[in-house]
């Protein structure tokens, strides 16, 4: 599974992004997806994961009620909106798929920088 992720920027403290997430090759075989992200001098960390129906979603506590994923499995496509952005959710975000034996794959990250 190929994953390359698309939508990052710079945004002003209160503002919103969208980031998108194109899989290709086997897709069929996902099943779990997720969104990450890497602060310099931070180790990576889950923000939110969504399951292959779409059912079963998790965020962490920092983004809870603030970012929503969301994924179009017709279109191979994930997303994570990401509203009320603070200066601490600056990191590259990464897009992770694991499939039905727990293997992973990585995009190559996008930078979100929200300033002050």
């Known amino acids: 599974v190929q994953l390359v992720e698309s939508g990052g920027g710079l945004v002003q403290a209160g503002g919103s992004l969208r980031l998108s997430c194109a899989a290709s090759?086997?897709?069929?075989?996902?099943?779990?997806m997720g969104w990450y992200r890497q602060a310099p001098g931070k180790s990576r960390e889950l923000v939110a994961a969504?399951?292959?129906?779409?059912?079963?979603?998790n965020y962490a506590d920092s983004v809870k009620g603030r970012f929503t994923i969301s994924r179009d499995n017709p279109k191979n496509m994930m997303y994570l909106q990401m509203n009320s952005l603070k200066p601490e959710d600056t990191a590259v975000y990464y897009c992770?798929?694991?499939?039905?034996?727990?293997?992973?794959?990585w995009g190559q990250g996008t930078q979100v920088t929200v300033s002050s």
């Open positions: 992770n798929a694991r499939d039905w034996f727990s293997r992973e794959s």
């Open positions: 090759g086997s897709t069929f075989s996902i099943n779990v």
């Open positions: 969504i399951t292959n129906s779409g059912g079963h979603t």
